[in-house]
């Protein structure tokens, strides 16, 4: 799980002379920047509305207005062209007379009132999680003619919120900003390169070590990067490694770094992605539009008050489980959970008070930092992470950007909105003595699918569809834990979230082969007498190659370059885990062939909420389907 990487020379110090920020375009636009707050400004919105039964939380109003303009202007077009393309599916496949009638009534019903809240939950995992997410949401997306044939296409335009972290933190905000681009452009970049502002992912230059193998190319690339943090600290915030990691990100999933060869991905006259901002993507046209589903993103936290007998059960676990999650989306910054239920707006992140505004530090790049940053990991001792890879990076900093000892390098530090806020319902804000947050990895506590913002009563989520790719097995495989974790995580608050029983140990997706096949949880759920909405998941991992093909998919975490080739060919198989259903043998060949029933059953689980809202029972093919993918 753990993210390495390397950065195996001694040369680091050479090249930092000679240069100023002054002169980097990137520096400028990284600094935050102090402005009086508009007249009304209130940095705090508590978002737990007390009442007797369980606890109502709210939404912020854009939120909720983005979510309700969605729902009346987009969703009601795209629900009806994906029940078409099931529909095309059915009769191309002969199976047009088993849909039972309320499919369609739900999908082309263009209520918001009688159509399913979806989101889409893309893991952590790096760049082979956000590979996989992209594969997935390309096999779900419309505006793919494949996808369409395959009965998929369109769940991506009908979804109503996406979330991520760490890797699916890169493909979901990458994607974002690009203002919601199809993914093979997404991540290659458009057919006429420079055609459009984001030039895709730029995978062939490594992460950290963009010199390939020249080291003093990569030493005068990290001297560059320290250089374009110098603008933030000079305004008095802390840098640590997650600013480091920003800027160096920020090349492969902020719109600002040509990859056509050395010299753009190396050029020093462009901002690379600095100044751009999570608030920022509220100008978008896809945004406006409300044509992209809601964006939002997971950062765990580092807590003095932590309570480590919390831990998950897995090693590598950092994190107790009862520590805040905090969410990033486009307007605010905070939390649902009871510790804290509260939030800032995102253009505001770092505001030291109602009258004095801070803006420009909430880069997306940062974000996306703050999400996968669990370099922390190596610091179980001052020695291990001097050192560890990191320790080099961490040093140089250091040395040319002296700072306070209570700077924490590790971590992504930022200024903390809810210092003095007392908790909710009984629970204890843990971070309201800290001055600063201290952000780690959104999968450090174990939950490495970002499936947490989706349980937000409030967002009323009828189905998730959770995409989830870590490195759960010595193979790269994800095994399950992920969703353990979730299970484990949602029962600290009952009186909060409601997760759909699921397995308890990783021998029992093992034994039901959970991750080789997509997994439907919580099929009956809502017919308890719970009284919190349990949504019902999609579960789909990586956790073996489709179809009997040699696996592709299960590259390392570590690894942080990619050549075009190596990434089709992951998609590729991708689809095919998207497509596949639970495969069977082909008697007659001997090969594994896809159930031509999947994109059926896929239909049925994804309208099952709203079926029991309208007092339908289950029946034709969504009865045998749900029997054979729910788990019980
Ligand atoms: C559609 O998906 C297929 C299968 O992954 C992929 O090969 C193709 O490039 C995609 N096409 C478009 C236009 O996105
Ligand atoms: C490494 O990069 C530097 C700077 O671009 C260049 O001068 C040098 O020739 C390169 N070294 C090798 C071995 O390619
Ligand atoms: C940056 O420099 C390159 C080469 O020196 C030049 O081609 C490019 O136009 C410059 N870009 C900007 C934004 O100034
Ligand atoms: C820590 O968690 C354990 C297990 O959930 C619980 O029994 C204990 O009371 C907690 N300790 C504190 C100080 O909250
Ligand atoms: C707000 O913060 C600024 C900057 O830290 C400080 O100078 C000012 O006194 C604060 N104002 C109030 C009302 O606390
Ligand atoms: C940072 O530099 C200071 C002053 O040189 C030193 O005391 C401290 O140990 C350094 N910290 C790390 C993490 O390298
Ligand atoms: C390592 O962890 C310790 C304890 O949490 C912390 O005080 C220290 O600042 C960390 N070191 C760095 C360089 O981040
Ligand atoms: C917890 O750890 C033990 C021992 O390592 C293992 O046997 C068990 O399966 C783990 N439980 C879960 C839920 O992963
Ligand atoms: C799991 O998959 C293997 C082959 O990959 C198959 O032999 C076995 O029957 C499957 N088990 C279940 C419970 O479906
Ligand atoms: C859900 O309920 C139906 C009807 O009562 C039953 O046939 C089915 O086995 C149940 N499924 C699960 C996964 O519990």
């Not at 854009?62 to 795209?78: D, H, M, N, Q, W």
């Not at 190596?566 to 495969?583: K, S």
Request: with cysteine.
């Amino acid at each position: 799980m753990l993210f390495l990487f390397q950065l195996a020379y001694s040369v680091l110090w050479v090249s930092l002379y000679g240069k100023t920020s002054a002169q980097l375009q990137a520096a400028a636009a990284d600094s935050p920047q102090f402005t009086a707050c508009p007249a009304g400004t209130n940095l705090i919105r508590p978002a737990s509305v007390s009442s007797s039964g369980p606890t109502q939380q709210s939404l912020s109003t854009f939120e909720s207005k983005y979510i309700s303009t969605r729902g009346t202007t987009v969703l009601p077009a795209a629900w009806a062209s994906y029940f078409n393309t099931v529909s095309s599916y059915s009769r191309a496949h002969g199976l047009s007379s088993q849909i039972p009638a309320y499919v369609s009534q739900i999908l082309t019903s263009h209520a918001p009132s009688v159509f399913p809240r979806l989101g889409v939950a893309a893991s952590g995992g790096g760049y082979r999680a956000a590979i996989f997410g992209a594969g997935v949401l390309d096999a779900l997306d419309s505006r793919n003619a494949t996808s369409n044939m395959a009965g998929l296409g369109g769940l991506l335009q009908s979804a109503s919120y996406i979330t991520g972290l760490s890797g699916g933190s890169w493909l979901i905000l990458s994607l974002s900003q690009a203002d919601f681009p199809p993914l093979p452009e997404l991540v290659f970049g458009p057919s006429q390169p420079g055609s459009k502002p984001f030039d895709g992912w730029n995978a062939q230059f490594d992460i950290t070590q963009a010199g390939g193998t020249n080291a003093s190319l990569t030493a005068a690339y990290i001297s560059t990067i320290i250089q374009e943090i110098v603008g933030k600290a000079k305004t008095g915030f802390p840098v640590t490694f997650a600013d480091v990691w920003a800027r160096a990100l920020s090349r492969h999933f902020v719109t600002g770094t040509r990859g056509d060869d050395i010299s753009t991905f190396f050029a020093t006259n462009v901002t690379h992605g600095a100044g751009v901002t999570l608030s920022g993507l509220t100008g978008l046209s896809t945004f406006k539009s409300h044509t992209q589903p809601f964006p939002i993103v997971l950062a765990d936290v580092l807590s003095s008050n932590g309570n480590k007998s919390n831990i998950f059960n897995e090693t590598g676990i950092f994190v107790p489980l009862s520590n805040t999650i905090y969410e990033f989306n486009p307007f605010e910054f905070g939390s649902f959970d009871p510790m804290v239920a509260a939030f800032t707006p995102t253009q505001f992140l770092g505001s030291p008070n109602n009258s004095i505004c801070v803006t420009n530090f909430d880069q997306l790049s940062f974000v996306e930092s703050a999400s996968s940053n669990l370099f922390n990991e190596f610091n179980t001792s001052a020695e291990a992470l001097q050192n560890s890879p990191i320790g080099p990076i961490i040093a140089l900093l250091n040395a040319s950007i002296p700072q306070s000892p209570a700077v924490e390098l590790d971590a992504a530090s930022v200024p903390n909105p809810f210092f003095g806020v007392p908790g909710t319902q009984g629970f204890v804000n843990l971070d309201a003595e800290e001055k600063f947050l201290k952000l780690v990895d959104g999968g450090e506590n174990g939950e490495i699918d970002p499936l947490q913002p989706l349980l937000v009563q409030a967002r009323e989520v009828d189905t998730i569809f959770a995409i989830d790719a870590p490195a759960d097995n010595a193979d790269n495989f994800a095994e399950g834990f992920s969703i353990i974790a979730s299970q484990q995580r949602a029962s600290l608050f009952p009186s909060v979230y409601s997760f759909p029983p699921v397995p308890t140990t990783v021998s029992e997706f093992a034994a039901r082969n959970l991750t080789k096949r997509p997994t439907f949880f919580g099929c009956n759920s809502s017919t308890s007498l719970h009284s919190l909405h349990t949504p019902l998941i999609i579960y789909i991992a990586n956790g073996a190659p489709p179809l009997g093909q040699e696996p592709l998919t299960n590259t390392a975490t570590m690894q942080t370059t990619y050549e075009p080739e190596q990434i089709r060919g992951m998609l590729n198989q991708v689809f095919d885990i998207a497509t596949q259903g639970i495969p069977h043998v082909n008697q007659r060949t001997g090969t594994l062939e896809k159930d031509a029933e999947w994109p059926v059953c896929l239909a049925c689980a994804v309208v099952d909420r709203a079926r029991a809202r309208l007092g339908v029972k289950r029946s034709g093919i969504c009865a045998s389907c749900l029997d054979r993918y729910c788990w019980s």
